[in-house]
């Protein structure tokens, strides 16, 4: 068999026509990309610009930064000495007043007996001053009066011896008559001798007297002399007085400071709360600032710690609701009554100082008080408790 093969060339297969490409305008290309970058930018721009402004504008503000807080007091001993007893288990609840711990006051006792016994003293020492006060007084009224009796008798003396010169110079002149006329045989011896004796009868008498106001000028002399060493003696226990007034009121006091030192052995529940773990046991020896028991307040509050931002509006009576952790479906009310006076970085122990170095901005926070409106149930509160306070501004 034949194979008959064909010299012809192959038939030529037609090819589609082509269509040619068109091409998109640049302002379509990258446009869209554009548009959307712009419009991004506008957002972010807008919302880190205005976010503050929003944050601070809001009616509730809300915070989880935020717990129970309560005074927590370490109640420590002044006064040395040994436990005597703790009244209290850990973690009892307690009223105002109720005796905690109480140390041998056996010492402390025995001080205020002795303080007390010097101040006895000192009030006797007083009196006795006093006594003797009264007794320089009569003393001086002594002294006075017989002053008083010596220019008496001065007077009197004084006054007699005038009356009695009278008589002396009367009788002197009698006597050179009757001298004279004797002379003359005009008189007697006899009334010679009368008249001589009572010339010298009223001598003598006026010697006397002068001795009497001679004597009462000496007694004066004597008793003012007595008057005036009296009155310095009296001077004197004045001026002890007031250092035995003063050593009575130093006595007083060092029996105040017994009796508080005495005080001091035993250490109350300053108000009603509840204690903490014990931290002392009976027999153990003690030493001024010794922490015995902790102490907690049954008076509660929230400290919530807001960003500044938020406090645009926050103001002192604004209402508050508090969420508790440990009640997660009750809500407590109540209102805020402070708000702090400084960002809780300004009351740390170091703060931040910015002037040097680099620096990055961080917001601060601000502790916000919040009381509840039920002290009850602040009392069945405990400090330390996690809660999320919503403060509602009145904007």
């Given at each position: 068999?034949?194979?008959?093969?064909?010299?012809?060339?192959?038939?030529?297969?037609?090819?589609?026509?082509?269509?040619?490409?068109q091409?998109?305008?640049?302002?379509?290309?990258?446009?869209?990309?554009?548009?959307?970058?712009?419009?991004?930018?506008?957002?972010?721009?807008?919302?880190?610009?205005?976010?503050?402004?929003?944050?601070?504008?809001?009616?509730?503000?809300?915070?989880?930064?935020?717990?129970?807080?309560?005074?927590?007091?370490?109640?420590?001993?002044?006064?040395?000495?040994?436990?005597?007893?703790?009244?209290?288990?850990?973690?009892?609840?307690?009223?105002?007043?109720?005796?905690?711990?109480?140390?041998?006051?056996?010492?402390?006792?025995?001080?205020?007996?002795?303080?007390?016994?010097?101040?006895?003293?000192?009030?006797?020492?007083?009196?006795?001053?006093?006594?003797?006060?009264e007794?320089?007084?009569?003393?001086?009224?002594?002294?006075?009066?017989?002053?008083?009796?010596?220019?008496?008798?001065?007077?009197?003396?004084?006054?007699?011896?005038?009356?009695?010169?009278?008589?002396?110079?009367?009788?002197?002149?009698?006597?050179?008559?009757?001298?004279?006329?004797?002379?003359?045989?005009?008189?007697?011896?006899?009334?010679?001798?009368?008249a001589?004796?009572?010339?010298?009868?009223?001598?003598?008498?006026?010697?006397?007297?002068?001795?009497?106001?001679?004597?009462?000028?000496?007694?004066?002399?004597?008793?003012?002399a007595?008057?005036?060493?009296?009155?310095?003696?009296?001077?004197?226990?004045?001026?002890?007085?007031?250092?035995?007034?003063?050593?009575?009121?130093?006595?007083?006091?060092?029996?105040?400071?017994?009796?508080?030192?005495?005080?001091?052995?035993?250490?109350?529940?300053?108000?009603?709360?509840a204690?903490?773990?014990?931290?002392?046991?009976?027999?153990?020896?003690?030493?001024?600032?010794?922490?015995?028991?902790?102490?907690?307040?049954?008076?509660?509050?929230?400290?919530?710690?807001?960003?500044?931002?938020?406090?645009?509006?926050?103001?002192?009576?604004?209402?508050?609701e508090?969420?508790?952790?440990?009640?997660?479906?009750k809500?407590?009310?109540?209102?805020?009554?402070?708000?702090?006076?400084?960002?809780?970085?300004?009351?740390?122990?170091?703060?931040?100082?910015?002037?040097?170095?680099?620096?990055?901005?961080?917001?601060?926070?601000?502790?916000?008080?919040?009381?509840?409106?039920?002290?009850n149930?602040?009392?069945?509160?405990?400090?330390?408790?996690?809660?999320?306070?919503?403060?509602?501004?009145?904007?």
């Amino acid at each position: 068999m034949t194979t008959v093969v064909s010299t012809l060339p192959p038939a030529r297969v037609a090819e589609p026509e082509q269509v040619p490409r068109q091409t998109k305008p640049a302002w379509q290309k990258y446009g869209t990309p554009i548009l959307v970058a712009l419009l991004a930018a506008a957002i972010v721009y807008t919302i880190t610009r205005n976010w503050n402004s929003w944050e601070g504008g809001r009616i509730d503000q809300v915070t989880d930064d935020a717990y129970v807080w309560g005074d927590i007091t370490p109640l420590s001993t002044k006064v040395a000495g040994i436990v005597r007893d703790v009244e209290v288990s850990d973690f009892q609840h307690v009223h105002k007043g109720e005796l905690l711990v109480e140390l041998d006051d056996d010492d402390y006792k025995a001080q205020v007996a002795q303080a007390s016994a010097a101040v006895e003293a000192a009030k006797a020492a007083i009196e006795n001053n006093r006594r003797q006060q009264e007794l320089q007084d009569a003393r001086i009224d002594r002294a006075l009066a017989g002053i008083d009796q010596a220019k008496a008798q001065i007077t009197a003396a004084q006054d007699g011896i005038q009356a009695v010169r009278a008589d002396v110079v009367r009788t002197q002149d009698e006597r050179r008559r009757q001298e004279g006329l004797f002379q003359t045989r005009s008189t007697t011896q006899q009334k010679v001798e009368q008249a001589v004796a009572d010339e010298q009868r009223f001598a003598a008498l006026l010697a006397n007297r002068e001795a009497d106001l001679e004597e009462a000028k000496t007694m004066l002399r004597g008793n003012e002399a007595a008057a005036e060493a009296e009155r310095r003696a009296k001077v004197v226990l004045q001026s002890q007085q007031l250092q035995l007034v003063d050593d009575l009121h130093a006595k007083e006091a060092a029996l105040t400071v017994a009796q508080v030192n005495l005080g001091y052995t035993k250490i109350a529940a300053p108000y009603d709360g509840a204690v903490g773990e014990r931290q002392v046991r009976p027999g153990q020896l003690v030493s001024p600032g010794t922490q015995v028991i902790p102490f907690v307040s049954k008076i509660k509050w929230v400290q919530a710690n807001y960003r500044e931002t938020q406090l645009t509006n926050v103001k002192v009576g604004d209402p508050a609701e508090v969420r508790v952790d440990e009640y997660p479906r009750k809500v407590f009310h109540g209102k805020v009554i402070e708000i702090a006076p400084a960002s809780g970085s300004r009351f740390a122990l170091l703060p931040p100082d910015n002037a040097t170095g680099n620096f990055t901005k961080v917001v601060q926070r601000i502790q916000v008080k919040v009381v509840f409106d039920d002290s009850n149930v602040a009392a069945t509160l405990r400090p330390g408790l996690s809660v999320i306070a919503t403060v509602r501004t009145g904007r």
